[in-house]
């Protein structure tokens, strides 16, 4: 029998004893034990940490699905949605920029120049204020392997282990970039996205190249700096990807 209660904000499930139960529904139920645990044990500021909950969650639903435990799955999807729900405010906490207190001359010159600190096809509203900043830096489809994982790192992404060549892949909750180098040292060959559930594929490719999104066009390359970059779109409405640039077919291993 699964009863909900709430903790922390995120809703929690109690299992009974496991009694004459087959294995499976004794695997589903030690299963949502573990996740509870995990939800107890989870830093919500930490998005690492609610990535680790949600896998946890989602590895759950699994193995109660197996052993047709409809209620519990049903208990499950529930706090995977608020779980994930979460992770997606954080990421798009994490995505921007952190800033200490601007004065209203540092706000000025930033509003006129922009910020090089951020890729330039973004923009972001500093705290306390409606003014819009738009970012002036490099391109992410610019970035040498280095500074590509030291700017996912700074905000919470879990990032793989590099490849050979440099190659990696950030992931924050259904969000995922993989990068592919020739060189570690190179601007990215390759720059694969999934993009968060809803953002439109014009969005994402603008973040990626600076390109305004009314000039991108499915299937024909997009120019950055000297660059002639193709691009590939797949997905729908619910949830884009997009490929920029000469790509192969595997990904990096997380």
Known sequence: MVSRGLAGGFA??????????????????????ASQQALVDMDKDDP???????????????????????????????????????????????????????SPEQLAALVK???????????????????VVKCTGQQLIDLPSAQARDYFDKRGYRLSAPDASGGFKAEFGASAYVFQYASAADAPRCLDVTGRPGTPWQELAARLTGVHPDRLEQGKPVRVGSRSLPLEVSGDPAQWSVKLGTCEPTRPTP
Request: hydrophobic letters at 35%.
């Open 48 to 102: 690492r940490s609610v990535q680790d909950a949600l896998g946890g969650i989602e590895s759950t639903m699994a193995t109660c699905t197996q052993a047709g435990r409809g209620d519990e799955v049903s208990t499950l999807r529930d706090a995977k949605r608020q779980v994930a729900a979460h992770l997606d405010a954080l990421e798009k906490r994490a995505n921007r920029p952190v800033r200490a207190k601007l």
């Open 113 to 131: 120049e922009g910020d090089p600190n951020c890729p330039r096809g973004q923009g972001y509203e500093p705290a306390g204020t409606k003014e």
């Open 12 to 33: 929690l499930f109690a299992v009974g004893l496991a009694g004459c139960d087959s294995p499976e529904v004794k695997a589903c139920h030690a299963a949502m034990q």
